[in-house]
């Protein structure tokens, strides 16, 4: 692909060229490091390289047998990741309230970090992805979508998650930041896409138990098993590298505590 010369020294004077490495990938299923191949993170984000380093270190409990409705003991959840994200320094960082799984809301973060990071030259900025309702089923995995016909619960706008599926503008050379087509576009609005470029998605219980519950209601329990085991079972096949919280709105104000600028 040929570049225009200017663009590039444009990138090198900012010192946002950015880099594409294979991240270390995870053997264990419990662990975040499998989230994303490649990084889109800009070569001048120390700080959010370091995070997103030591949350693919940090291990992820998966393997619950039941759950109860409220989390009251920081095992059943991902304290320890979660208390990274809060504790995370730069003043440039975004809190989505995310509801609607056919929403713009990946449209949204993507564009949220092309200004920050080109526009205003915020290379730290970190946006964080707070899911429930609906837009909570986008943080499951295939094969659990496939078991309990979660596309039933979108109203039949998806049948499978395709806002996992990686799009053909990752192949594009990301030092072309400009490219219509490429890794910053509307062409590569993903959830593997933004991971990759240091988004934090973070995953509601409480929107768990509702839909193990509305699943039950429906009839869909293949094994007949418990509210407490099938909300278990949809915890345990959240996509690696999600950040499991006790609830959306409950985390919210804490992360509104630590600095992050809250968006609807």
């Keep these: 692909m040929h570049f225009i010369p200017g663009r590039r020294h444009a990138m090198r004077s900012l010192g946002l060229g950015l880099t594409v490495g294979m991240t270390a990938l995870a053997t264990s299923p419990t662990s975040a490091g499998a989230a994303a191949t490649s990084s889109l993170l800009p070569a001048g984000a120390r700080s959010l390289r370091e995070l997103t380093a030591r949350l693919s270190a940090i291990p992820r409990r998966r393997d619950f047998k039941t ?47 092309n200004a920050q990071v080109w526009s205003f030259r915020h290379p730290d900025f970190l946006a964080v992805a707070e899911c429930h309702g609906t837009a909570q089923l986008a943080l499951y995995d295939q094969a659990i979508w496939d078991k309990y016909q979660l596309g039933l619960l979108t109203g039949g706008k998806f049948t499978t998650n395709t806002l996992l599926l990686q799009r053909p503008a990752e192949a594009a050379d990301p030092v072309d930041f400009e490219n219509p087509a490429g890794p910053f576009s509307p062409a590569d609005n993903s959830i593997p896409a933004l991971m990759a470029r240091g988004v934090v998605f973070m995953s509601c219980h409480n929107a768990i138990w509702e839909q193990a519950e509305s699943l039950i209601k429906r009839g869909i329990n293949p094994d007949r098993l418990s509210h407490e085991s099938v909300a278990a079972e949809l915890t345990n096949h959240l996509i690696p590298g999600v950040v499991l919280t006790p609830g959306a709105v409950g985390t919210l104000p804490e992360l509104q505590r630590a600095g992050f600028h809250y968006i609807a």
């Design 67 to 113: 759950v109860p409705m409220i989390l009251t003991s920081e095992d059943l959840w991902d304290h320890e990741a979660l208390s990274e994200v809060l504790a995370y320094k730069p003043a440039t960082k975004q809190a989505w309230d995310m509801t609607d799984i056919a929403g713009p809301w990946l449209n949204l973060v993507r564009n949220a970090l």
